[in-house]
């Protein structure tokens, strides 16, 4: 019997190496794939849209917010991956009575290491984990910036919400060259075009989840900010799964934001 502690404090113990996981978290679905565990992963959710063999495939156990309990009674599986963000705490309880659920806290780059470290520990996939760190890590080290525009990110619609400095997508930003202009708020604020406006606000980022916005959604954000004070202001649709996953997916994201920070800081 060996002992894990988890991201949020809590310990689960397994007997043997597990051979039927579950996992309740997009990005970190990805990541067992990536660590070579597609016989072990029995089931995922809805929105495990990577990779696209498992997702058209694997059993599904509802959505990240809705998951199908009885399904996974069903399944039996040895071990559970959630996430306290994304995942309800209600229903994750519910299942930690029955089955070891090993729960992700993520809340920048070191703590994402950290997750994906400790699933390489969980699965016996350690040294795989630790090659995909090491990858990440070096990337990420070559990404530097003289200027970072003052820039909002958002990822909801009516109301629009953007992103606090406490999580993980601000993270994202500031290794990205973006700085956040709502950074000294928390979580997931709401905010106006007139908070924008007093912000002065240089770029303005724009989800693909999320909230999927689309072309229609700058055209109303340029006239709605060109009344009211920001004429010049950028606007600009962005991959929000490179700002907001947190697996092994972050192999991709360096260089996307290098050519995203360039295009963006280089047009006129």
């Not at 350690?126 to 200027?147: C, W």
């Amino acid at each position: 019997m060996q002992a894990f502690t988890d991201q949020t404090g809590h310990t689960i113990f397994l007997e043997n190496t597990p051979k039927r996981i579950i996992s309740l978290v997009p990005s970190q679905t990805e990541l067992l794939f990536d660590l070579g565990l597609d016989e072990e992963v029995i089931a995922i959710t809805k929105f495990c849209v990577h990779p696209p063999e498992w997702f058209y495939t694997k059993r599904r156990i509802g959505g990240t917010k809705k998951l199908h309990i009885d399904i996974i009674h069903q399944l039996q599986p040895d071990l559970i991956i959630a996430n306290k963000e994304e995942n309800v705490k209600e229903q994750i309880e519910e299942l930690a009575k029955d089955y070891p659920v090993w729960i992700s806290d993520v809340t920048d780059l070191p703590t994402a290491y950290e997750m994906i470290e400790q699933i390489g520990l969980l699965t016996g996939k350690y040294e795989k984990a630790k090659d995909i760190v090491s990858t990440i890590k070096a990337d990420f080290s070559q990404l530097q910036y003289s200027r970072k525009p003052k820039t909002c990110y958002l990822i909801w619609n009516d109301p629009y919400m953007t992103v606090g400095g406490d999580t993980f997508i601000h993270s994202m930003m500031e290794s990205a060259g973006f700085g956040n202009i709502f950074k000294s708020k928390q979580r997931y604020p709401v905010v106006t075009t007139e908070d924008l406006v007093a912000a002065d606000c240089e770029l303005l980022l724009l989800s693909s989840e999320p909230f999927p916005f689309k072309q229609k959604h700058i055209d109303e954000l340029k006239e709605s900010l060109n009344i009211i004070g920001l004429p010049n202001i950028k606007i600009a649709l962005v991959d929000g799964e490179m700002f907001s996953w947190y697996g092994s997916r972050l192999q991709h994201a360096p260089h996307y934001f290098k050519e995203l920070h360039t295009l963006l800081t280089n047009r006129q």
